[in-house]
C-alpha cells in the first residue's frame, strides 16, 4: 500500500562550500570538489577564534557558504505536490530548485517552506541549491551560528491534502472525568474537479490504541479551500502535566472513493491552563509554582546544530534540578526540543524577537565595552515580523508543553534606542559601564510609545494563528512600559530582573498578571515567587552556559548556566537544585576562606573537590532540602546544623586536612543521604561512559561519551586538565568536543580537546553503514581506553524511494 503523505528527511549527502560561487545557484555547476557534509551544519564553530570577529557572537566567523543537494524523485510520484522545508538557516537565505529561483528569508530562526512542484524533475537528478549569507557578525547580542543548522525535509502529497499547519488541535474543555479534543483542519483542493471526500480525525492513547473518533463526509470545491471543524469526547483523560506528561496523537485522514489520499498525524496533549492576577498559575485547576529556566540554542562544540539527544541529555538534568519550564530565548526554537518539553515534561515560552523595528547595541570588543555596532533582525523586522511571528505560532500551536507566546525580549531596554520625556535619565539592568550620556533622555531617539503601538499589532498577529494561550512579552523597564500601554497590550506581563517592583506593581495593576520572565538565580528572588501567590513564576538566567554575549578575549562564552557548554552540572546546579526538587538530596562544595567575599555569588559557591593546601582555611558549603546535616572529616564529626526556614544554605569553616570529607544529611522521615569528597592522588585513568551504546545506521543518530579523569583508586581529580585525543574507526565520526571552559580558544573543529576540571565530553554520529565504531582514547600520563560501538540497521518498509 502506498504511503498518502511522504515525508522525507533530506539531512544527508550534502555539498558545501565555504565562500560566494556566483554560478552555485546554477544546476550543472560543478561540485565534485566541495565538502561532503550532514546536516545540521555550522560552520561557525568550525572555524578558529579570533579576537576580529565579535565578543557578542563568540568571536567565531560568518561570511558566506554554499550548500546544494542532489535527490531523485521516483515517477510514481508525478502529479503529486512537492514541498521542501527548512527548519532553520542562518542567516539571509536564498533557494534555488534545479537553477529556478525559489526564494529568499532573511531571519536566521524561522522555519520556512517552498512548493517546488512545478521546478522538480522524475526518474532524473533533481539539485537544490542554498546561499547563506552571514554578512554581519555583529548582527546579535548572542552566537547565532552559521549555515542550515537545523533539519531539512520533503513534503509529498497528493493535490487534495491538508494545508502545511492545517491540523490545529485545542482541548476546550477539561476535567479529570472528561474532556473535548476539538480539531480543525484546513485543507486545499488543488485539481480542477469538486470532489466528495471523507475527513476523519481519530484519537490515539500513547499505546495507539484508539479512544475516539469523527468524521463527515463533504464535498470540497475545485482550486479552493475548505476548513472544517470536528470534536471528540474522551473519557476520564490522562491530563497532560510536568509530572505526568502523557501525549495522545491525532491522526487526520483525507478519504476519497475509500482511498487516504492525504493523512496527517498530531500529537497533543490534554490539559487546561488559565492565570490569575492575584492567585497565580493553574494547571488543570491545580495551583503550581513556574519554576523555569532561559536557554539559547547552541550546545558549544556543536554550535547551533544540535542533534535531539544532546537535548534529551540536558533537559534530563535540569528536569532533575526541579526545573518545570523553559523560555525559548530569545527565537523560535528546533521543533525537535519542543517536542522533548512535551514529552518530557516542561512548560515552555515560546519567544520570537529580541528586536523590533529599533536596533540594539551589539557588543563586538568584549560585553558592555563602547562604542557598540548596529546590525541585526531590525532591517528586516517591518517587512517579515508578521511573517515570522505568524510562522512560530501555527508551527508551535499544537505543542501542549507551551503556555505563552512571547513578542519580544527586553524590547523596552532603556536608550537602547527608545526612550520617554516621562524619564530623564532611564539604567537597564546591564548597564554598569553605559556612559551618562547614553542614560539621558534624548528626543532625537525613537518614543518608547512607539512600542504600544507594535506590540498591539504583534499581539493580534498572534490571536489570528491562536486564541487559546496568552500573549506575553519579557520587559526591561516596566517602569515606563506601564506608562506607555506596553504592558497593557499584553495578556501576561514579564519583569525582567524587577522583583523589587512586585509589590507595588500588584497594586497599581491589579488587573495584570505579572511573573519573572528573566531573574538572576539568588534565594531572595525565588522567595518573591515562593512566598507571593500573585506571582507564579521566574525564569531564571540561564539553565545553560551559552556561546557569545562574552565578557571579552579570552572568554568567548557566557558562563551564567546551572550546567556548563558541555551539559555538566556546576555546584550552582545543586544549590538550585536544594530550592526546587521534591526529591531529598545533598551535596558538598568547598573554597579558600580568605576569597569567600569576593568570590560569593549566587550562581557559584564553591568547588566538588577536596585537594587544597594542608592546612588552607576553607569554607564548606553544603546544598540540601534535608532537615539537618552533619559534617566528617576523616570520620570526624564537625558538628550538625539544621536548615532554617529562610536559610538557603549551611556553611562551616574547618583548616584542610586530606582524606574524605563527608557530609550525612536526614530528611523529615529520618532517612539518610550523603555526599563526599576524596583527597583525589595523581590522574591515572579515564571512566567513559557512554549514554547510547548502539547507534542506528541512519547517519544521524548521535551519542555522548562523558570522560572523566580519576586517581588509580577511582576518584575523579577535579584539577586534571590533561589533553585527550580521540580517534575513530568504523561507520562513524567524531563532530565534537567540549569541556565548558569558556577560555579555551582551541578550534572546535579538532580530535583533542583540554579536560576542565577533570571532565570532556565527545559527540559522535554515526554513518549509514552497519559495523562498529572503534574509538581509542589517548592522554599522556593516563591509561589508553578503547570502546566499541555497535552500529545498525532499523527494519523500515517504504512505500517509495528517495535518495
Same mark, same amino acid.
Given at each position: 500500500m502506498k504511503e498518502a503523505r511522504i515525508v522525507s528527511n533530506l539531512n544527508l549527502d550534502w555539498k558545501f562550500s565555504r565562500g560566494d560561487e556566483p554560478k552555485a545557484w546554477y544546476k550543472g555547476?560543478?561540485?565534485?570538489?566541495?565538502?561532503?557534509?550532514?546536516?545540521?551544519?555550522?560552520?561557525?564553530?568550525?572555524?578558529?577564534?579570533? /579576537?576580529?570577529h565579535s565578543s557578542g557572537t563568540g568571536y567565531v566567523a560568518g561570511g558566506t557558504g554554499w550548500y546544494r543537494k542532489n535527490f531523485k524523485l521516483p515517477s510514481e510520484l508525478k502529479g503529486k505536490k512537492v514541498y521542501i522545508t527548512f527548519e532553520g538557516i542562518y542567516n539571509n537565505s536564498q533557494v534555488w530548485c534545479n537553477s529556478y529561483y525559489i526564494g529568499k528569508r532573511p531571519f536566521g530562526y524561522s522555519t520556512f517552506t517552498y512548493d517546488i512542484t512545478d521546478f522538480v524533475t522524475f526518474e532524473r537528478d533533481n539539485v537544490i541549491s542554498v546561499k547563506v549569507n552571514h554578512k554581519d557578525i555583529a548582527d546579535s547580542r548572542w552566537f547565532t551560528g552559521s549555515g542550515i543548522y537545523r533539519d531539512v525535509y520533503l513534503t509529498i502529497t497528493d493535490p487534495i491534502h491538508i494545508d502545511q499547519y492545517g491540523v490545529f488541535v485545542t482541548t476546550p474543555e477539561v476535567s479529570v472525568e472528561q474532556a473535548t479534543v476539538a480539531v480543525n483542519v484546513q485543507l486545499t483542493n488543488e485539481t480542477s474537479n469538486p470532489e466528495n471526500i471523507q475527513i476523519k480525525n481519530t484519537l490515539l492513547d500513547q499505546n495507539g490504541e484508539a479512544v475516539g473518533s469523527s468524521s463527515e463526509i463533504t464535498n470540497i470545491l475545485?482550486?479552493?479551500?475548505?476548513?472544517?471543524?470536528q470534536s471528540i469526547n474522551v473519557k476520564e483523560p490522562q491530563l497532560w502535566s510536568p509530572e505526568n506528561p502523557y501525549l495522545y496523537t491525532v491522526k487526520t485522514e483525507i478519504i476519497k472513493n475509500n482511498q487516504v489520499i492525504d493523512n496527517v498525524t498530531t500529537v497533543t496533549g490534554i490539559r487546561s491552563f488559565s492565570f490569575d492576577p492575584k492567585k497565580g498559575f493553574f494547571l488543570n485547576d491545580e495551583n503550581m509554582k513556574i519554576k523555569g529556566v532561559c536557554?539559547?540554542?547552541?550546545?558549544?562544540?556543536? &554550535?547551533?546544530?544540535?542533534?535531539?539527544?544532546?537535548?534529551?541529555?540536558?533537559?534530563?538534568?535540569? /528536569?532533575?534540578m526541579g526545573c518545570n519550564a523553559i523560555r525559548m530565548s530569545h527565537n523560535p526554537p528546533a521543533s525537535n526540543l519542543l517536542d522533548l518539553c512535551d514529552s518530557m515534561g516542561f512548560l515552555v515560552m515560546d519567544e520570537a524577537f529580541d528586536e523590533w523595528e529599533g536596533v540594539k547595541n551589539k557588543w563586538f570588543n568584549g560585553h558592555n565595552v563602547y562604542p557598540p555596532k548596529h546590525y541585526g533582525y531590525y532591517e528586516d523586522f517591518p517587512q517579515w515580523g508578521e511573517t515570522d511571528l505568524k510562522e512560530m505560532v501555527l508551527r508551535d500551536r499544537n505543542h501542549p508543553s507551551i503556555i505563552m507566546w512571547s513578542i519580544g525580549n527586553e524590547i523596552d531596554y532603556p536608550n537602547d534606542p527608545y526612550c520617554h520625556p516621562s524619564f530623564e535619565t532611564m539604567t537597564g539592568n546591564n548597564d554598569s559601564k553605559k556612559p551618562a550620556a547614553e542614560r539621558i533622555y534624548d528626543p532625537n531617539k525613537p518614543n518608547a510609545e512607539r512600542l504600544t503601538t507594535i506590540a498591539k499589532r504583534l499581539v493580534q498577529y498572534?490571536?489570528?494563528?491562536?486564541?487559546?494561550?496568552?500573549?506575553?512579552?519579557?520587559?526591561?523597564?516596566?517602569?515606563?512600559?506601564?506608562?506607555?500601554?506596553?504592558?497593557?497590550?499584553?495578556?501576561?506581563?514579564?519583569?525582567?530582573?524587577?522583583?523589587?517592583?512586585?509589590?507595588?506593581?500588584?497594586? /497599581?495593576?491589579?488587573?495584570?498578571?505579572?511573573y519573572g520572565s528573566e531573574n538572576k538565580p539568588g534565594y531572595d528572588a525565588w522567595l518573591k515567587v515562593r512566598d507571593n501567590d500573585a506571582i507564579c513564576a521566574q525564569f531564571i538566567w540561564t539553565g545553560i552556559d551559552y556561546l557569545g554575549e562574552a565578557k571579552g578575549w579570552p572568554v568567548r562564552a557566557a558562563p551564567a548556566g546551572f550546567l556548563d557548554l558541555a551539559g555538566n552540572k556546576k555546584s550552582s546546579y545543586y544549590y538550585r537544585q536544594s530550592f526546587w526538587s521534591k526529591e531529598p538530596m545533598v551535596y558538598l562544595a568547598a573554597m579558600p576562606k580568605y576569597a569567600l567575599e569576593s568570590e560569593r555569588n549566587p550562581r557559584w559557591q564553591g568547588d566538588p573537590h577536596w585537594n587544597w593546601k594542608d592546612g588552607e582555611e576553607l569554607a564548606v558549603f553544603c546544598y540540601t532540602n534535608c532537615q539537618e546535616a552533619e559534617l566528617f572529616l576523616n570520620d570526624k564529626s564537625l558538628g550538625t546544623q539544621q536548615m532554617s526556614e529562610d536559610g538557603s544554605y549551611l556553611s562551616w569553616d574547618i583548616a584542610f586536612e586530606k582524606g574524605v570529607l563527608k557530609v550525612v544529611a536526614k530528611d523529615r522521615n529520618g532517612n539518610k543521604h550523603t555526599h563526599e569528597l576524596v583527597t583525589a592522588s595523581a590522574p591515572k585513568k579515564l571512566d567513559i561512559e557512554i549514554d547510547y551504546p548502539e547507534l542506528k545506521a541512519d547517519g544521524q543518530d548521535i551519542t555522548h561519551m562523558e570522560m572523566q579523569i580519576t586517581d588509580e583508586n577511582g576518584n575523579p581529580?577535579?584539577?586534571?586538565?590533561?589533553?585527550?585525543?580521540?580517534?575513530?574507526? &568504523?561507520?562513524?565520526?567524531?563532530? &565534537?568536543?567540549?569541556?565548558?571552559?569558556?577560555?579555551?580558544l582551541q578550534t572546535y573543529n579538532s580530535n583533542n580537546r583540554k579536560?576542565?576540571?577533570?571532565?570532556?565530553?565527545a559527540f559522535l554520529r554515526s554513518k549509514t553503514e552497519e559495523g562498529t565504531i572503534s574509538v581509542t582514547v589517548k592522554s599522556e600520563g593516563l591509561e589508553t581506553t578503547q570502546l566499541s560501538i555497535p552500529v545498525k540497521k532499523e527494519e523500515k518498509v517504504t512505500a517509495s524511494t528517495m535518495h
Open positions: 555547476h560543478d561540485d565534485s570538489e566541495w565538502r561532503d557534509i550532514t546536516l545540521p551544519h555550522d560552520w561557525s564553530v568550525e572555524e578558529p577564534f579570533s /579576537k576580529e475545485a482550486e479552493s479551500n475548505l476548513h472544517v471543524d536557554v539559547h540554542h547552541d550546545a558549544g562544540g556543536l &554550535g547551533a546544530a544540535v542533534p535531539k539527544k544532546v537535548w534529551v541529555r540536558r533537559l534530563k538534568a535540569l /528536569k532533575e498572534v490571536k489570528e494563528c491562536d486564541t487559546t494561550r496568552p500573549v506575553t512579552s519579557a520587559l526591561a523597564f516596566p517602569e515606563l512600559s506601564n506608562l506607555t500601554g506596553y504592558a497593557q497590550a499584553l495578556d501576561v506581563v514579564g519583569y525582567n530582573y524587577k522583583e523589587h517592583l512586585y509589590e507595588d506593581d500588584l497594586e /497599581k495593576y491589579p488587573d495584570h498578571v505579572i581529580v577535579y584539577l586534571a586538565d590533561n589533553r585527550i585525543e580521540l580517534s575513530v574507526e &568504523g561507520p562513524g565520526e567524531l563532530i &565534537g568536543m567540549e569541556s565548558g571552559n569558556v577560555k579555551d579536560a576542565y576540571q577533570g571532565k570532556l565530553v
